[in-house]
């Protein structure tokens, strides 16, 4: 949810940082938070958890590291 929010308030901060509506570095900037949070989370998570080598998208890389 953080990033499906996060992700359009990014945006919409963008857009009006660039017409000139809001100040590139005013209060409104917190609306970024859930952005942020998302992307920690998915860094800290595939960090500690890793990716799962069953995979379809990883089944093939395997057998290419062992020849």
Same mark, same amino acid.
């Given at each position: 949810? +953080? *990033?499906?929010? *996060?992700?359009?308030? @990014? =945006?919409?901060?963008?857009?009006?940082? !660039? #017409? *000139? /509506?809001?100040? /590139?570095?005013?209060?409104? $900037? @917190? #609306?970024?938070?859930?952005? +942020? !949070?998302?992307? #920690? *989370? !998915? &860094?800290?998570?595939? !960090?500690?958890? &890793?990716?799962? %080598? =069953? =995979?379809?998208? #990883?089944?093939? %890389? $395997?057998? /290419?590291? %062992?020849?």
């Amino acid at each position: 949810m +953080f *990033g499906l929010v *996060g992700g359009p308030l @990014v =945006s919409l901060v963008g857009v009006l940082v !660039i #017409l *000139g /509506a809001i100040p /590139a570095e005013g209060p409104v $900037q @917190v #609306l970024v938070a859930p952005e +942020f !949070i998302w992307e #920690l *989370g !998915i &860094g800290i998570y595939l !960090i500690v958890k &890793g990716y799962r %080598t =069953s =995979s379809p998208a #990883l089944a093939g %890389t $395997q057998d /290419a590291a %062992t020849v």
